[in-house]
C-alpha cells in the first residue's frame, strides 16, 4: 500500500550519491551496483531526487477520488459511444473500500458506469457494501481444488467461492474471469469446474485471461524472484481449445489478451 523503489543496475553510474542521501540507511555502494536493504527502505524519495542517471525510481503515488475522477472526465465522450466505462481494478479495489465507493459514486454522477475487478478476498460486509454500488462485478477465480489454490496462491479458495455466492446475489452484472496459467489450471477438466461452479451462480459468461510475464522485468527491479520465469504464456490455439470447449457445455466465453 506504500510507493516502491526500483532499482535498474544497467542505468546505475555507481557514483554513490543515494547511499549518501539515504536517511535511514538503507542503501551502500557495491562493486557491482547498489545494495538495498528493503526491510529498511521507507521510500521517503531522497535516493531518487539524488540519482542522475534515473537508476533508483520511486512507484506508486497517493491520489484523490477527486484527482481520478478528473481523468475519467477527460474519457467520458468515448466511454458513451463505446458504452463502456471506468473499471476500477488493482491490486485489489476491496482493499481500499472508501476509495472505491467514492470512485463509483463520482462515475455515477457524471452518468459512467463503473465496473470492479476483484479477487474476492474480503469480508462479506466490505463485499456487499462496495460490490452492491456497481454495475458491473468481474470476480477472478483461479482453480476449484482448494488444496491446489492453496499451493500456488498462498491460500485456500473458500474465502473466495463464498463471495462469490454473495456477490452473485447483489442483483449486479457479474462475469467470471479466469487467468490461464500453464501448469496449474490450463486444462479443459479444470476451467469445466470452475465455469460449472459460475452455472450454479447463475452466471452466463466467463472470460478467459491468458497467463503473460509481463510483470518479471519489475520484479527483477524491485528485488523479488519472479516464480514462473519459463512458464510460456498459453497460445492462441490453446486458449480457443478452452473456449469451444466451454461453449459446448452452454457457457458464453469470451478470450482477452
Do not use: W
Amino acid at each position: 500500500m506504500l510507493p516502491q523503489l526500483l532499482y535498474s543496475k544497467s542505468r546505475c553510474l555507481k557514483c554513490g550519491r543515494c547511499a549518501s542521501a539515504c536517511p535511514e540507511h538503507a542503501l551502500s555502494l557495491q562493486a557491482e551496483g547498489v545494495e538495498i536493504d528493503r526491510a529498511r527502505c521507507i521510500p521517503c524519495e531522497e535516493c531518487n531526487r539524488e540519482c542522475p542517471s534515473g537508476a533508483m525510481r520511486l512507484v506508486g503515488r497517493r491520489t484523490t477520488a477527486a484527482d481520478v475522477l478528473a481523468e475519467v472526465e477527460r474519457d467520458r465522450v468515448f466511454y458513451q459511444h463505446s458504452k463502456g466505462g471506468m473499471t476500477i481494478s488493482g491490486g485489489e479495489p476491496l482493499a481500499q473500500p472508501d476509495f472505491t465507493l467514492a470512485l463509483i459514486a463520482g462515475a455515477r454522477a457524471m452518468a459512467v458506469r463503473s465496473a470492479v475487478e476483484t479477487a474476492g478476498v474480503a469480508d462479506s460486509e466490505t463485499l456487499q457494501r462496495v460490490l452492491g454500488q456497481t454495475d458491473l462485478i468481474l470476480f477472478d477465480i483461479k482453480h476449484m481444488d482448494a488444496p491446489l489454490h492453496r499451493s500456488v496462491v498462498g491460500d485456500d479458495n473458500a474465502t473466495i467461492l463464498r463471495n462469490a455466492r454473495l456477490a452473485c446475489g447483489l442483483g449486479v452484472e457479474m462475469i467470471i474471469r479466469v487467468p490461464v496459467i500453464p501448469g496449474f489450471n490450463d486444462q479443459l477438466d479444470q476451467i469445466s469446474a470452475i465455469g460449472e461452479y459460475a452455472r450454479s451462480l447463475g452466471v452466463p459468461e466467463l472470460h478467459l485471461l491468458p497467463y503473460h510475464r509481463y510483470g518479471a522485468a519489475k520484479y527483477a527491479l524491485l528485488g523479488r524472484t519472479y516464480e514462473m520465469p519459463d512458464a510460456p504464456p498459453p497460445t492462441r490455439a490453446q486458449l480457443e481449445t478452452l473456449r469451444l470447449g466451454m461453449e459446448s457445455s452452454g457457457m458464453v466465453v469470451r478470450t482477452l489478451g
